[in-house]
């Protein structure tokens, strides 16, 4: 039952969510609460759009990490009795259900061309304790908002609070470099790929203190990302990427989360990112899935020696190629699905580089291909395939930055015995 003390902190964290809402965000401008008008006609208006979007999402996903009103939700383990394992499942799933619908409704309510173009991974549809089914989405205001989750938790006042109060701030940028953006794309070519929490597992376990080994974090909060990309509705090719790192760095003094986002767009010819390309180096790495393939890892073990890194997290291993961490990520099996890879293939062709169906890349190499390889792209279904794995990027890929590591990494393992 909520007492006096943990309504008040509701309170509070409304009011602090109204007027500081990702406050010392790493590598971005602090964002200011206020309404600025601006023409929806730019591609400058739905790249802030999706960056505000990833903002908020990001709050919500630390949020649930910090608050003890939602972390005691989100926690694996309780002692005896009290512990209540379906309650813990179904609200990590909740997590990544409210962070999409926000997503929906903040991109949706501004850019009504998009509607029914914007989708993702979960539905919305979700079971409570009490074997009630319930709708979730953002409600008008603020208290029916709360009405809903308080119904959606079990009735846990203080948690339906927090998270109204979070889905309901108001997020505008101050950022030079998005307010310069000023190519102009129709919103109505383009559809949106959402993954509200990429990593999940790692998200709910929540480690803090997982130590980098060659700049690469193989497990823990670092890898759970909030993934947004637009691709254009006639070809499926990627054009706009936001990756947002609401796990970045833990302050030493508050113990809160501060986040960093990266953006990047590729369309018709023109290229613009919120980073720098990477160079090539002299001792490249390539990361990979722990569950990767012995015969993808023996094939790969010349190339990279002891710099075969692994990592948890499809997004969080594109994002290392996107950094530099590593030239290139390779997976050989079907597992990631069009709302892992959208927003970072987007922005790796913005940074000259690209993500290829492994599979195809290597049927066309053993048939001499030299050219382009066939990359991903994200408005068709696979055939013969039902529910999310319709979806599924079903050849594998590799993820790079430079053309000539690609090559590097196809023609080896065009010749392995796989």
Known sequence: MATADDITKAREWARFCRADVTSGCLGNPEPEVRVVAEPRSTMAALLKSLVGASEKSARIAQLCRQEE?????????????????????????????????VIKHDVGKEFPELHG??????????????????????????????????????????????????????VVLQDPALDAVALAIPPER?????????????????????????????????????????????????????????????????????????WGI????????????PPLRPEPSVVLSSSETPAIQRALRPLYGERLRFASGAGYKMLCVILGLAEAY?????????????APHAILRALGGGMVDLEAALQAWRAGQRGALPELTYHQPAGGAVGAERWANRGGLVAFMHREHLEVVVATLATAAL
Not at 213 to 219: E, F, R
């Open 117 to 170: 173009h914007i989708c993702g991974e979960e539905s919305n549809q979700f079971e409570n304790s009490l074997g009630e089914t319930l709708e979730v989405q953002v409600c008008a205001t603020q208290q029916d908002t709360a009405s809903l989750l308080f119904t959606i938790l079990d009735r846990n006042r203080p948690a339906a609070e927090l998270l109204a109060a979070a889905i309901h701030q108001e």
């Open 190 to 262: 383009l559809a949106i790929w959402i993954d509200p929490i990429d990593s999940t597992n790692q998200y709910i376990r929540g480690q803090a203190s997982v130590a980098p080994i060659g700049g690469i974090c193989p497990s823990g909060l670092r890898s759970a990302l909030v993934l947004i990309g637009a691709y254009d509705r006639s070809s499926g090719d990627p054009v706009l990427g936001v990756i947002n790192e609401p796990f970045f760095r833990e302050d030493p003094l508050t113990h809160r989360w501060q986040g960093v986002y990266h």
């Open 266 to 277: 590729s369309y018709q010819g023109t290229s613009l990112s919120s980073l720098r390309r």
């Open 69 to 101: 009103a939602l972390f005691q939700l989100l926690i694996e383990e309780k002692t005896g009795t009290d512990k209540n394992k379906k309650f813990v499942q179904d609200f990590k799933t909740l997590a990544d259900v409210l962070i999409q619908e």
């Open 330 to 342: 390779v997976l050989s099996e079907g597992s990631t699905f069009k709302w892992d890879s959208c």
